[in-house]
C-alpha cells in the first residue's frame, strides 16, 4: 500500500526566505503525487502534481517540486515566502496501478507560518 | 459559482442521532468522494463513486451511508452518532477515476457531537 510522510508538522519562515516542505511517499509502482494548501476553515485546493511528465513541477502562487525517484521524494518550495502563504499542506500519493481507483493518500500535513 | 458544496457547514447534535450531509457538484465529474479529517488535521477516504457506483468503501463503520442520487450529488448519512464522528468532512470530486486527476474539494462540514 502506498503512504505519506511529511517531515515536520510546523514549519515557521521570514517573509521573503526560502520556503521548503518535505514529502517522502512509499509506493510499489511510480506514483502520482499532488500538493494540496489548506486555508483556516476552507477545502483543499490543489497546488501542483506530479503526472510522470517533467520531474520539476511549477504550480501556482509561485510553488514548484520536484519528484526525485531515487530519493522517494517530492519537496515542495518557494523562493520567497509571502504573508498570504501561511496555511496548512498537504502532499498525497496516488497510486499507478492496482485498484485505487484514483484514491489519495494523505500525509499528515505540515503547517507553514510566515513572519514579518 | 461553487464547484463544489456542501450543507451544513456546521453539524451540532447529540449522540445517537441520525444525521446527513449534502454534497453537490457542478463541474460535470463523474467521480465524487467523501473524506473525514480528524481532529489532528489527518485525511482519510471514507467513499468514491464514480456515475453513482460505489467504488471505495474504505473499511467505514456502516453507520454511514452515502447515496448518489444522480452523478453531480453524493450525500453522506450517519445513524447512531457517535463521540468519535467528530471531524470535518469533505466531500470532493473529480472528472473520472483517473489516477492523475486533480480533485475538486469543497469547503468541508464541521460535525460536533455532544
Known amino acids: 500500500a502506498q503512504s505519506v510522510t511529511q517531515l515536520g508538522s510546523h514549519v515557521s519562515v521570514s517573509e521573503g526566505a526560502l520556503v521548503l516542505l518535505r514529502c517522502n511517499y512509499s509506493s510499489s509502482v511510480p506514483p502520482y503525487l499532488f500538493w494540496y494548501v489548506q486555508y483556516p476553515n476552507q477545502g483543499l485546493q490543489l497546488l501542483l502534481k506530479?503526472?510522470?511528465?517533467?520531474?520539476l513541477v511549477k504550480g501556482i502562487n509561485g510553488f514548484e517540486a520536484e519528484f526525485k525517484k531515487s530519493e522517494t521524494s517530492f519537496h515542495l518550495t518557494k523562493p520567497s515566502a509571502h504573508m498570504s502563504d501561511a496555511a496548512e499542506y498537504f502532499c498525497a500519493v496516488s497510486d499507478a496501478g492496482g485498484t485505487s481507483y484514483g484514491k489519495l493518500t494523505f500525509g499528515q500535513g505540515t503547517i507553514l507560518t510566515v513572519h514579518p | 459559482d461553487t464547484a463544489v458544496s456542501q450543507t451544513p457547514k456546521y453539524l451540532v447534535t447529540q449522540m445517537g442521532n441520525d444525521k446527513s450531509i449534502k454534497c453537490e457538484q457542478n463541474?460535470?465529474?463523474?467521480?465524487m468522494y467523501w473524506y473525514k479529517q480528524d481532529s489532528k488535521k489527518f485525511l482519510k477516504i471514507m467513499f468514491s463513486y464514480n456515475n453513482k457506483e460505489l467504488i471505495i468503501n474504505e473499511t467505514v463503520p456502516n453507520r454511514f451511508s452515502p447515496k448518489s442520487p444522480d452523478k453531480a450529488h453524493l450525500n453522506l448519512h450517519i445513524n447512531s452518532l457517535e463521540l468519535g464522528d467528530s471531524a470535518v468532512y469533505f466531500c470532493?470530486?473529480?472528472?473520472?477515476?483517473?489516477?492523475?486527476?486533480?480533485?475538486?474539494f469543497g469547503p468541508g462540514t464541521r460535525l460536533t457531537v455532544l
Open positions: 470532493a470530486s473529480s472528472q473520472d477515476l483517473g489516477l492523475a486527476n486533480t480533485q475538486y
Open positions: 506530479y503526472t510522470s511528465a517533467a520531474t
Open positions: 463541474l460535470g465529474h463523474d467521480t
